[in-house]
Each structure stands twice: as structure tokens, then as C-alpha cells.
């Protein structure tokens, strides 16, 4: 309801599309109805420690006290502005935990970010945009970074020798004592129960849906790799 | 032999208070009231709950001067204005009027407790609109309709929306000469925001303020459970002016915690206006000569150590009649007050004039 004239924030107020008053604060009540929102925020009296405390602010235009501040007041607004903006500049370090009030601005943060995922988000779409590759080797595969991403020309800054161990990435695999760390592909082995075990997480917590709204792409993809592998096991999924 | 009367002119919380104590000690007290029954501001101002307990403003005021009530060391004489006093410590006498009677009271010491005043918002230095927009109420105004359990808009009649208290009116202002704080009001616009709330759950209640001062428990008995469990709106900034728009007010400020300025539309302000020295207050230190400080009120002359003692001697001062003073602050006062002038009247005797 509020009106803003010139806010010193760089929160650049037409960044993304404004969406309706009641889309606001429906995407408001499901932050407020997330059951770890009443025990991150009490009252604000503007004291200041959080931002005191928070390496972003050092950075960034960010204020964790504005995030506090906002939800504490309820402000239908200012919130969804943040949720398409300032949340994402937030590093997750907790330092703001500190708050005499009892108030934790990086976890309202965290409830924040994700209703901008489910809710498929401008801004969570963007967030999420440089962690496509990651998010696919760990959903498809169950490691996170492989040997075999480190290739020397992504890695310039990591000397002479990283050409010598991508030439012979096989041979130093195999030096590792653990059989199970013999891999370029993935970080490890993964058992094949294992990666059928994930698939069958993904799809029955709903994170396939979350990664359907965030990156159509990357979705199809996974469904391509996962569907094809429950088959093999005998499930008769689709994921749609 | 010094009057052992002790004479206590003002009827509110810090002069009850008083009174109590000196009639509990063996002592004769006359209480003087200007209107024709006690209680004070807290009663003539139909206070609706007490800040910071909430508790029933009525009852616990009976409960309080209850024990006045037929006690043979204790004379209330109501529709009383005192108008000139002779004599010193242990030897004072006292005119009055009663009832449009010249009356004459003897007493060995004397207690003032005649209180404060709210702040006229007609004199504010901003653009709040007290006596131009129906809207625009104070904290008293307020507290009578709370009281009545009928809070609504007095253009309309109908129940608000959106409710904003503005902070320090009329106190911290050099302009106005009123550099103070007047302490109470922080407290009673957040116990306020809590009835409203309470009243009318729909309404969105908001706090504009510079700083707010709660001190003590008022933190945690007042102040925080109006943000946490009320959900009363505090925003750390002034409105300087108040428009009409269509129906509603539109209240400009500063946020300062978001940085940005403000224009909010609301349905009710509430002017929380502070303390300033009564009528009786400046009228009793003119008559028995006592010292005010630059605003009015009765200067204490003890610092923090002494808070009731004045230039004169036999002559004390309790509650807000001395400067911004809460419940707790006036009836303690009070109490102290009826000590002070005991002692004094004991040692006149003791020592030879």
C-alpha cells in the first residue's frame, strides 16, 4: 500500500514483471506458513547487529534487517520485491543468527528462496541459471562434481599439472586406494539400487516439479535419463 | 507543637497514595480535590486500562482509594481549589475555596501533587490536523472510546482499517519548548495498539516513532508482545503532515529503516500527545513560592537521591506534577512524599526554633 518514491535500495523495483496484490500475498502466506517461520521472527527494533554481522551487506546492497523488517510488517510489497531481488544476495552464513530478538533473517531467507522456487520465480530462475550443470550431475548421477569436469581450459587458474591429470585422468583415478573412487564420470561409484533409490526421491518429494518450473530445459533432460533407467528396473514412471 | 496535619493537594494516584501513607502512620490527612471525586487524570481522562498490566483502570483505582473511605485519620475535601498560603514548616495555613466557601486549613507540611496536563495538539509544530480532520484524535480521545469498547472513525462511525499512532507530540521538541520526553507515551499508544488490535483484529495498526523508550519491563510486557504476538506495526520514523484523501487520511513521513519517504493512507491518526505542567501545578508553585523548572513543573531540589523535596521547606512534591511521570513513578512518590513530610513535621519538634 505504501508508496515508494526514489528508494535508495538498489532494488530495481521493475526488474521483473509486477504481478497482481493477491499473487503477492498468496506467495507471502506460503512463506508464513512454512512451520520454521514463526520460531526465525519475532519483532525488529532496528538495532542493526544483523547488518553489523552480515559479510553480503559488506558487498551487496543488502539488508538483513530490511528482510526482517518487511515480513515483520507485513508488507505484501516490499516482500515480493525481495523475493525478486535482495534474498538472492544473501551468502547463507547464519551470522545474523545473533540477533538479540531472537529473529534469524537467513533463515527467513532460506523459506524465502524457496517459494521463489516452487513458485518458479524470475529471480530463482536467474539464481539457479549457472547451477544447471551441477544440479543435472547430482540428479541424474547422485555425485556432484566428476573428474572429468575438470577440464584444464575451465580451470586456468589451477597450474601446468592440471593438463598432465586430464591427459591421464583413468590412471590417477585408479591411484586411489578406494576401488569405489576408480571413476571419471562421477565423484564415486554409485550402485545402481542407489541411483533408482534417488530417482524414485526426486519424483515422489515433487524436486522434479521444482526443477520443471525453474529450467524446462534441464528438465527434459532429466526425465530423458531418469525414465529411461526406471524402466530398466522394472518402474513404469512419466513425469509430468 | 507543629500541626501534625498534612495537608495533600491533588486527589490522583500520587496524592491518594499519600494520603494513605500519612493516615496509616497516626497522622491527620486532608486531601484536597478540586473536582468532586478522586482518581486524578487516570479517572477524569476515563482511562480504560492501566499501562503497563492492563489492568481495569475503574477498578483498580476504587481498589486504591477504598481504604480513604471512612478513615478517622483521613479528611478528602472535594470541590476544593486552594488559593493562598502563610507560615513555614510545621505552621502552615492555607486558604481555600469550597464550593464558593472561604475555608481555612492548618497543616505542619504540605504535599502537591497536582499533576500534568496533555499537550494541546493545536500548538504541534507539524501539519497533524488535530482540530481540522474528525480522524485525527489524541491518546485520551482514544483511551475514552477503548474505554467504551467503541472504537470507531468519528467522521463515519464506522470500524478502521488502518489506525497510526504518531510518537512524541508535543514532547522532544525545542521549538515547542518542550525538550523532554514525557516517558509514558511509547508505553501507552504500543498498551493502546494492543486493545485496538484486539478489538478489531481486521485493523492494521501502525507506530510511527523516533525512538521507542520502554523502559524496564515495559520491553517485554508492553513492547514486545504488541510486535510478536500483536502484530502492531512499528516504523522507525515522523509524519510531518497529514492530508485528506477522499475519505481517508493520507499520513506523510520518513521510513528510515527502508530508507524511503512515505505516504500511507490511513482511516484513524492517533496523536500521542505528551505531559505538560497542570493549571493547579503552576497555580500551587506560585502560591507557596516554590521553584519550576523552565517548563512548569515543580523542581525537585534532591536530584536522583531526594525526588520530592522542594525549595521550601515542608513543602514536597509527588508524581507528575514534578515532570513526566508514570503510574509507578507517581505512586511511589507518593509514598515517599507522605515519609518526607512525616519527618519533617517530627524534627520541627525536635528542634528548637
Known amino acids: 500500500m505504501s508508496k515508494n518514491i526514489g528508494y535508495p535500495l538498489d532494488l530495481k523495483m521493475n526488474h521483473y514483471a509486477d504481478v497482481s496484490y493477491d499473487e503477492k500475498e498468496r506467495l507471502f502466506e506460503e512463506v508464513k506458513a512454512d512451520e520454521r517461520y514463526h520460531h526465525m521472527l519475532y519483532g525488529c527494533y532496528e538495532c542493526g547487529i544483523c547488518v553489523a554481522s552480515c559479510p553480503s551487506a559488506k558487498f551487496y546492497d543488502f539488508s538483513p534487517r530490511v528482510i526482517a523488517q518487511a515480513l515483520a510488517r507485513e508488507d505484501v510489497d516490499l516482500i515480493y520485491t525481495l523475493m525478486e531481488d535482495s534474498i538472492w544476495d544473501c551468502s547463507q552464513c547464519f551470522s545474523c543468527d545473533r540477533c538479540p530478538r531472537g529473529n534469524s533473517p537467513g533463515q527467513l531467507i532460506t523459506i524465502m528462496r524457496e517459494v521463489a522456487v516452487r513458485n518458479g520465480l524470475a529471480s530463482a530462475k536467474k539464481a539457479l541459471e549457472g547451477y544447471g550443470r551441477?544440479?543435472?550431475?547430482?540428479?541424474?548421477?547422485?555425485?556432484?562434481?566428476?573428474?572429468?569436469?575438470?577440464?584444464?581450459?575451465?580451470?586456468?587458474d589451477w597450474g601446468v599439472h592440471v593438463n598432465e591429470i586430464a591427459e591421464n585422468l583413468e590412471l590417477w583415478r585408479k591411484a586411489l586406494p578406494p576401488e569405489t573412487l576408480h571413476t571419471t564420470e562421477t565423484g564415486w561409484t554409485v550402485s545402481d539400487k542407489t541411483i533408482i533409490e534417488l530417482y524414485l526421491i526426486w519424483h515422489m518429494t515433487g524436486v522434479m516439479d521444482l526443477i520443471e518450473g525453474i529450467d524446462e530445459g534441464l528438465f527434459m533432460i532429466l526425465v530423458d535419463v531418469m525414465e529411461e533407467r526406471l524402466e530398466d528396473a522394472g518402474y513404469d514412471i512419466t513425469f509430468d | 507543637m507543629a500541626n501534625q496535619n498534612i495537608l495533600i493537594i491533588g486527589g490522583g494516584p500520587a496524592g491518594i497514595e499519600a494520603a494513605k501513607g500519612v493516615a496509616a502512620m497516626g497522622f491527620k490527612a486532608i486531601l484536597v480535590e478540586k473536582r468532586d471525586r478522586l482518581g486524578g487524570t487516570p479517572d477524569?481522562?476515563?482511562?480504560?486500562?492501566?499501562?503497563?498490566?492492563?489492568?481495569?483502570?475503574?477498578?483498580?483505582?476504587?481498589?486504591?482509594?477504598?481504604?480513604?473511605?471512612?478513615?478517622?485519620?483521613?479528611?478528602?475535601?472535594?470541590?476544593?481549589?486552594?488559593?493562598?498560603?502563610?507560615?513555614?514548616?510545621?505552621?502552615?495555613?492555607?486558604?481555600?475555596?469550597?464550593?464558593?466557601?472561604?475555608?481555612?486549613?492548618?497543616?505542619?507540611?504540605?504535599?502537591?501533587?497536582?499533576?500534568?496536563?496533555?499537550?494541546?495538539?493545536?500548538?504541534?509544530?507539524?501539519?497533524?490536523g488535530y482540530y481540522e480532520f474528525d480522524d485525527v484524535i489524541t491518546l485520551t480521545d482514544a483511551e475514552k472510546m477503548l474505554k467504551a469498547h467503541n472504537f470507531v472513525r468519528p467522521s463515519n462511525g464506522e470500524k478502521p482499517k488502518r489506525v497510526c499512532f504518531i510518537q512524541c507530540v508535543g514532547s522532544?521538541?525545542?521549538?515547542?519548548?518542550?525538550?523532554?520526553?514525557?516517558?509514558?507515551?511509547?508505553?501507552?499508544?504500543?498498551?493502546?495498539?494492543?486493545?485496538?488490535?484486539?478489538?478489531l483484529p481486521d485493523c492494521k495498526v501502525f507506530i510511527f516513532y523516533i525512538d521507542m523508550r520502554m523502559?524496564?519491563?515495559?520491553?517485554?510486557?508492553?513492547?514486545?508482545?504488541?510486535?510478536?504476538?500483536?502484530?502492531?506495526?512499528?516504523?522507525?520514523?515522523?509524519?510531518?503532515?497529514?492530508?485528506?484523501?477522499?475519505?481517508?487520511?493520507?499520513?506523510?513521513?520518513?521510513?528510515?529503516?527502508?530508507?524511503?519517504?512515505?505516504?500511507?493512507?490511513?482511516?484513524?491518526?492517533?496523536?500521542?500527545?505528551?505531559?505538560?505542567?497542570?493549571?493547579?501545578?503552576?497555580?500551587?508553585?506560585?502560591?507557596?513560592?516554590?521553584?519550576?523548572?523552565?517548563?512548569?513543573?515543580?523542581?525537585?531540589?534532591?536530584?536522583?537521591?531526594?525526588?520530592?523535596?522542594?525549595?521550601?521547606?515542608?513543602?514536597?512534591?509527588?508524581?507528575?506534577?514534578?515532570?513526566?511521570?508514570?503510574?509507578?513513578?507517581?505512586?511511589?512518590?507518593?509514598?515517599?512524599?507522605?515519609?518526607?513530610?512525616?519527618?519533617?513535621?517530627?524534627?520541627?519538634?525536635?528542634?528548637?526554633?
Not at chain 2, 174 to 182: D, F, T
Not at chain 2, 315 to 336: H, I, K, N, Q, R
Request: with cysteine; net charge negative; charged share 20%.
Open chain 1, 134 to 156: 551441477i544440479i543435472y550431475k547430482i540428479m541424474s548421477t547422485g555425485s556432484q562434481v566428476s573428474p572429468d569436469m575438470l577440464q584444464p581450459n575451465a580451470f586456468p
Open chain 2, 44 to 128: 477524569e481522562a476515563q482511562y480504560a486500562a492501566l499501562t503497563p498490566d492492563l489492568r481495569d483502570a475503574e477498578t483498580a483505582l476504587n481498589e486504591m482509594k477504598a481504604p480513604l473511605e471512612g478513615n478517622p485519620n483521613v479528611e478528602v475535601m472535594y470541590n476544593t481549589l486552594v488559593t493562598g498560603a502563610s507560615g513555614s514548616l510545621g505552621d502552615f495555613t492555607i486558604k481555600a475555596i469550597q464550593m464558593g466557601k472561604e475555608v481555612e486549613i492548618k497543616a505542619g507540611a504540605v504535599i502537591i501533587s497536582t499533576g500534568f496536563t496533555h499537550f494541546d495538539p493545536g500548538r504541534e509544530t507539524q501539519k497533524y
Open chain 2, 172 to 199: 522532544r521538541d525545542r521549538r515547542l519548548g518542550n525538550e523532554y520526553c514525557s516517558k509514558v507515551c511509547c508505553g501507552m499508544a504500543s498498551k493502546q495498539a494492543i486493545e485496538i488490535r484486539q478489538l
Open chain 2, 215 to 353: 523502559y524496564g519491563y515495559w520491553e517485554n510486557e508492553i513492547y514486545w508482545p504488541a510486535q510478536e504476538k500483536h502484530k502492531v506495526n512499528y516504523v522507525k520514523g515522523m509524519a510531518t503532515e497529514i492530508v485528506r484523501s477522499g475519505d481517508k487520511l493520507l499520513v506523510k513521513g520518513e521510513d528510515t529503516t527502508l530508507r524511503r519517504p512515505m505516504e500511507i493512507p490511513m482511516d484513524m491518526v492517533i496523536l500521542s500527545v505528551g505531559m505538560e505542567p497542570s493549571e493547579g501545578t503552576k497555580q500551587m508553585a506560585s502560591i507557596f513560592g516554590i521553584g519550576q523548572n523552565k517548563y512548569g513543573f515543580i523542581e525537585t531540589t534532591g536530584g536522583p537521591l531526594d525526588t520530592v523535596s522542594t525549595s521550601v521547606p515542608g513543602v514536597f512534591a509527588a508524581g507528575a506534577c514534578t515532570g513526566p511521570a508514570d503510574l509507578e513513578d507517581s505512586v511511589s512518590m507518593g509514598g515517599l512524599a507522605a515519609m518526607k513530610a512525616m519527618i519533617a513535621v517530627r524534627q520541627a519538634d525536635a528542634v528548637p526554633a
